[in-house]
């Protein structure tokens, strides 16, 4: 028949013939930036601050909140190493996405002023538009 025969070839290109598709919510976004060796803070914070910008406009565009920046870190002799650092309030402003992501390549960078060849910003702990969000007890 017919619908036999829809059936298999999408299935042999992988579609889905099912009309609901199931768009789970995202749990966290980022971005990685690789690049030569370097330690160099202020060509760090360049990075740091050109994906804070553009994960914060994702984030606006959609209308989500984040409470946990991560930064990741990759050295030249390929060890990584995070860091996180979470707000008290759910926030998607650009600035606050930034300076958290400085604030914490600063104080890495301090503690062991390595050189990098990787360092990516990554934000999750959403807050959906909708979504109830538990107040703390200093809210209350």
């Known amino acids: ?11 042999a290109i992988g579609i889905s013939l099912d009309k609901k598709v199931n768009k ?6 980022g971005k990685e930036c690789t690049f030569n060796g370097t330690d160099d803070i202020v060509v760090l914070m360049d990075y740091v601050e050109m994906m804070g910008y ?7 565009r959609n209308n989500i909140s984040c409470k946990t920046v991560t930064v990741k870190f990759k050295s030249v002799d390929f060890v990584n190493y995070t860091k ?12 606050d996405i930034i ?8 104080e890495e960078h301090q503690k062991e002023h390595m050189k990098l060849r990787l360092i990516g910003v ?3 702990n959403f807050l959906y538009p909708g979504e109830f969000r538990q107040k703390t007890i200093f809210e209350c």
């Open 1 to 11: 028949s017919q619908k036999f025969r829809e059936f298999i070839f999408h299935s």
């Open 24 to 29: 789970e919510k995202r749990k966290s976004l």
């Open 54 to 60: 553009k994960i914060s406009k994702k984030l606006q």
């Open 84 to 95: 996180s650092y979470s707000f008290d309030n759910y926030t998607n402003k650009t600035k």
């Open 99 to 106: 300076n958290c992501g400085i604030k914490i390549l600063m």
């Open 122 to 124: 990554r934000v999750n």
